[in-house]
């Protein structure tokens, strides 16, 4: 039975991996222009799902040639066994590198809006184009198309999922447009939990007029998506059932596009990490980024169209329209631990690189000024006293470090008291992926809680002031600390606009 089980597993896993559509990407593996390769336990998978409106009948509209990626998640599988998702909005505003089409012409490295990479030069041009964003080596793509997610949606009987009421001050421009009455996307639901398939699925992530914050609800609603699926895949051993994963492998065969350097084995991995997956180590954040201004000169010519400004960066003469503009500050702490895994090959561990490698990050509270209690919220012995000793050598003053109450805590906390937020930023500065938490119970300093996501402390200090803000803009000294990750176990995560 285990010989039959076996080999009828693998028989199923090599017919789809013959099935599925394959794209060149040709990037080379010793490329020296490529970021260094992803350590031996951890990948990074780039899954992308695209507009294309390929093998439909016209029920998610028409008239769109090519393909746009709407959704672009770099997924990091760490060696320690989290995964990270990280959602880029499309609008933001990257580089896309200088590539070759496929009729030999030349194109030069431009300024643009994300999802234009992949329309102008395919999934190879978008993968160089995240390459060159994250500084991390991607590799596997996974792209699925809007009729690939209606077939998922229907294998898995329904993903459940949650909407709440929009704030009472909102309203679309549109009157007849709200978040569960959506002409655009052909999406009607009703607030509260409901479980979609088939059409509804799709209109459901791809929504975006009625949502308040346009695509970022809608990405945040994707994400609640993906977190459902994990969430029911985990619940129902989904991965643990032949008849289901082959039911599931059927739909996916001809709804996935992989890059030709993905093999058997690869899928064979990535589903054995799948298996028995802790909802609460899968975990999304969204590239920090904001709205275009008026003022930011640096980036070429602000025009306005429609009381909406648009962009023609330096250098171009084409106008690349509305775009958001990525926070530095904030994404240097949110990816500095899919960067920086290279150098710390066990969870928990202090980055040993020096300093002076490091742009030190802008904040507005010196740390000389910010006392900080280090706490074990993982359970690594000793953790807590590097975390410390780390601090120290940053000029905070520090306590005497101990165990947390727990030590189930996914990401770090920093916890404070009302009206010291300011230095508790600083701390979470000092620590990328920390998450603020007002904690009444702080009655001095700042208490930081390490999480399994800790990788490393970076140096910061006090921003140069601005005298005037509206004509010297400076998002590249942003000093917003990167948004804690909420992971699919959160409440966070179950419910979204």
Not at 187 to 211: E, I, M, N, S
Not at 297 to 311: F, K, R, S, W, Y
Not at 327 to 344: P, W, Y
Request: charged share 20%.
């Amino acid at each position: 039975m285990v010989l039959l089980g076996s080999v009828g597993g693998f028989v199923v896993v090599k017919w789809f991996d013959g099935s599925i559509a394959r794209v060149q990407l040709n990037l080379g593996s010793n490329d020296k222009s490529r970021p260094a390769p992803t350590p031996l336990g951890s990948q990074n998978w780039l899954l992308v799902g695209t507009d294309s409106r390929a093998g439909s009948t016209g029920e998610f509209g028409t008239g769109i040639e090519g393909a746009r990626s709407d959704t672009t998640i770099l997924a990091h599988l760490d060696a320690d066994g989290t995964t990270t998702n990280i959602s880029i909005p499309r609008d933001t505003l990257v580089t896309i590198p200088a590539y070759t089409d496929s009729k030999g012409v030349q194109h030069p490295a431009e300024m643009n809006k994300f999802n234009q990479a992949i329309f102008e030069g395919g999934p190879a041009l978008m993968v160089r184009t995240v390459e060159k964003l994250f500084n991390v080596r991607v590799d596997h793509y996974v792209s699925v198309d809007l009729e690939g997610l209606k077939k998922i949606s229907q294998v898995l009987n329904g993903v459940e999922v949650c909407i709440k009421p929009t704030p009472a001050d909102y309203h679309d421009p549109d009157p007849n447009i709200t978040n569960i009455n959506d002409g655009y996307s052909g999406f009607h639901g009703h607030y509260g939990t409901q479980k979609l398939a088939g059409d509804q699925a799709v209109d459901f992530v791809r929504q975006r007029h009625g949502l308040p914050n346009g695509d970022i609800d809608r990405i945040k609603r994707q994400q609640q998506f993906l977190g459902s699926v994990f969430r029911t895949a985990s619940r129902v051993n989904l991965l643990f059932k032949p008849l289901a994963v082959t039911r599931l492998l059927g739909a996916l065969k001809d709804a996935l596009i992989l890059d030709n350097g993905t093999t058997l084995t690869d899928l064979e991995t990535l589903g054995t990490r799948l298996r028995g997956v802790d909802p609460s180590k899968v975990l999304f954040e969204t590239v920090p980024q904001r709205g275009l201004d008026t003022t930011d000169t640096d980036l070429g010519t602000i025009v306005i169209q429609d009381t909406i400004p648009t962009l023609i960066p330096n250098g171009q003469s084409d106008n690349v329209g509305s775009v958001q503009i990525l926070d530095q500050a904030a994404f240097g702490q949110m990816i500095a631990k899919i960067r920086d895994v290279s150098t710390t090959p066990s969870p928990g561990a202090v980055s040993t690189s020096p300093a002076a490698e490091v742009q030190p990050v802008g904040v507005s509270v010196d740390p000389a000024q910010v006392s900080v209690t280090v706490e074990d919220g993982y359970g690594k012995v000793g953790l807590a006293n590097l975390v410390t000793s780390e601090l120290a050598k940053d000029n905070f003053p520090t306590g005497v470090p101990g165990p947390a109450a727990t030590t189930n805590y996914v990401y770090s906390e920093v916890h404070y008291a009302a009206g010291n937020e300011a230095a508790a930023q600083t701390v979470a500065a000092a620590v990328p992926g920390s998450k603020l938490v007002e904690d009444p119970q702080v009655t001095s300093g700042v208490v930081l809680i390490v999480g399994s996501n800790f990788r490393r402390v970076v140096p910061v200090s006090v921003s140069e002031p601005v005298t005037n803000p509206t004509t010297n803009p400076t998002p590249s000294t942003s000093t917003s600390p990167a948004p804690g990750p909420v992971s699919a176990a959160s409440q966070d995560n179950s419910c979204t606009y």
